[in-house]
């Protein structure tokens, strides 16, 4: 199995499309530095473990925010939109397991998925999980995720195996410490997360035109000023702002992975003025984009 750099690749409706190790085993590990790249707003049908390895990440899961450091990790249910950034400048590295629930569950029908999985990925108050290495399960939690991590790197004989008991063991504790009754998510949470899916993939679709706030706002039935108030509450940014960025992040997927040319890079990635865009990238980047280029030759 191939470690894989990170580069989180979503379709229209934000969820991300990448394709998990093999149609038998669809499981991926994944490592990036987040000074490098941010992992953008996406969400998944997998599970997800991660762990810090150095510096220090600011996490946002749903509209909650933590910063974790070097050793401390976290748990993202199926389904969860979330994102990560560098903190300032800390040159973040972390890894990433992201699993499909049948690894561990096998098919929908067997004891282990409708006992086990199920439980834990229909579980609505138990989105996530960060894992500070208090509690005796969290450091047992971050140890299957690094025990996971180096079996995946070497493949000894009968990896598999051992992985999918390892996640096995960690769906256990999931299970045995998760809220025993569940608390129904209120209407107003659920409203939420479904307006902010469905914005986020109206500018997932639409970025590389002219977006104007009304046309976000439209695309989950709602007023501009509740558009506003829903965006910033959840992703911490005005959709203006999320726009900008998020045409920058795809601008520099650009200039990683194509030879075109920086204006054209900027005009598929929708800025009308080039002088502007080169401008914004700076600002968000550190270095302009034919200097990222550069950085990032493969």
């Known amino acids: 199995m191939t470690i894989i750099e990170q580069g989180v690749s979503i379709d229209g409706t934000g969820r991300e499309v990448i394709s998990r190790g093999t149609e038998d085993f669809p499981l991926a590990c994944y490592t990036d530095n987040l000074s490098k790249r941010e992992v953008n707003w996406h969400w998944h049908d997998d599970m997800e473990l991660f762990v810090v390895t150095e510096g220090c990440a600011d996490v946002t899961i749903g509209n909650e925010r933590y910063i974790l450091t070097a050793g401390n990790?976290?748990?993202v249910n199926s389904g969860i939109i979330h994102s990560m950034v560098d903190r300032e400048n800390s040159g973040c590295k972390y890894r990433s397991i992201v699993f499909h629930p049948s690894v561990v569950g096998g098919s929908v029908e067997s004891i282990y998925y409708q006992?086990?999985?199920m439980p834990v990925i229909q579980n609505s108050s138990f989105p996530f999980v960060i894992f500070s290495k208090v509690a005796p399960w969290h450091r047992d939690a971050v140890n299957i995720i690094e025990k996971v991590w180096m079996l995946c790197e070497t493949q000894p004989a009968g990896y598999h195996i051992t992985v999918r008991n390892l996640l096995s063991e960690f769906v256990l504790m999931a299970c045995n410490n998760m809220p025993r009754a569940t608390v129904p998510t209120t209407e107003k949470t659920a409203r939420n997360a479904q307006r902010i899916k469905k914005m986020l993939a109206f500018i997932h679709s639409n970025y590389q035109k002219e977006i104007d706030i009304q046309a976000?706002?439209?695309?989950a039935?709602?007023?501009?000023s509740e558009c506003l108030r829903c965006f910033k509450n959840t992703v911490g940014l005005t959709p203006a702002l999320y726009i900008r960025n998020y045409r920058v992040h795809c601008a520099a997927l650009m200039l990683e992975n194509t030879t075109e040319k920086v204006s054209v890079v900027g005009e598929k990635c929708g800025f009308t003025e080039s002088s502007y865009f080169i401008k914004v990238?700076?600002?968000?980047?550190?270095v302009t984009p034919t200097e990222y280029r550069e950085l990032h030759k493969k």
Not at 216 to 219: G, I, K, R, T, Y
Request: aromatic share 16%; glycine share 10%; charged share 25%.
């Open 115 to 117: 006992a086990y999985v």
């Open 216 to 219: 976000v706002a439209d695309s």
């Open 221 to 224: 039935t709602l007023s501009k």
């Open 281 to 286: 990238f700076k600002e968000q980047k550190g």
């Open 73 to 75: 990790g976290c748990f």
